[in-house]
């Protein structure tokens, strides 16, 4: 736990001002991104301290399979279930702001705008999928 990381407050209900989302599993978390690129636009954070994408090992593969089965049910519970039409992913550092490993989930994905397009355009420089 890092209590400087807003993430790591956020997991642990500390940031009164996010609402959790519901989440089938106790070691991840899922709340709506504050400035959304697309109508859907979730997070999903493992509630333990990880640091970015680059720190991730093979042992991790687990969490990052669970973090996308958690985007997509919340997506589901949202009504939308084009999962053709998704974008998964994480920023890349130095182009993450917050260095707490973190799912980007976005859907429709075709009606990204431009910026979000560029943010967000898979397996670039700053973004992975």
């Not at 997991?11 to 599993?25: H, I, M, V």
């Not at 070691?27 to 720190?55: Q, W």
């Not at 589901?76 to 974008?87: E, G």
């Amino acid at each position: 736990y890092d209590g400087k990381c807003v993430f790591c407050r956020i997991a642990r209900r500390e940031e009164p001002g996010t609402a959790l989302l519901p989440c089938q599993y106790e070691d991840l978390v899922c709340f709506r991104d504050i400035r959304p690129s697309a109508p859907h636009h979730y997070l999903v954070v493992p509630v333990e301290h990880m640091g970015n994408c680059k720190t991730l090992k093979a042992e991790h593969i687990p969490i990052v399979k669970r973090m996308m089965e958690v985007g997509k049910a919340v997506l589901q519970r949202n009504n939308f279930n084009d999962l053709n039409d998704v974008r998964m992913g994480f920023h890349w550092p130095p182009f993450c702001s917050i260095s707490h490993l973190h799912l980007h989930v976005l859907a429709p994905a075709s009606q990204l705008g431009f910026l979000s397009r560029l943010m967000y355009r898979i397996n670039s420089y700053w973004f992975i999928t």
